[in-house]
């Protein structure tokens, strides 16, 4: 039950720093990208503040075993850059341009988005299900990680 509740506690202060910070807005984010038009650069603190924290937590969650709550934390993956990485977040990024949204601004974004967040965010799902089901054919048939 503990468990529960900190997810929804930490989903909530996820979802409300993502609104907060402008994340959910599109025009905010596709401004952000445009880098040879007219770019804005504020997004930039909402990065720097997302990894500062994370660099405290890594560190410290590095010489855990288990989470607070009890659970064992997944070992440390192997940094492997490999195809499928890369043309994971090639996709990824141009979603993002196309869109302005990534995976949690879009389900923030339910919230207001009316049937046009719905629709992003089914698009989104049958997305990452071709993505994971071409992934393992690719694999299958021998493809070069």
Known sequence: MMR????????????????????????????????????????????????????????????????????????????????????GSALFGFGWALAGLCPGPALASLSYGGVQGLVFLGAMIVGMLGWRGLSAALVRRGAPA
Do not use: Y
Not at 10 to 15: E, K, N, P, R, V
């Open 4 to 87: 529960l509740v900190f997810a929804c506690l930490a989903g909530g202060l996820f979802g409300a720093g993502l609104m907060l910070s402008g994340m959910t807005d599109t025009r905010k984010v596709q401004g952000w990208l445009d880098i040879f038009g007219a770019w804005d650069p504020t997004l930039a603190f909402v990065l720097g503040g997302a990894i500062l924290p994370m660099l405290v937590a890594w560190r410290v969650a590095a010489r855990r075993t288990n989470a607070i709550l009890g659970t064992p934390l997944p070992p440390k993956p192997t940094p492997l850059l490999d195809s499928r990485l890369l043309a």
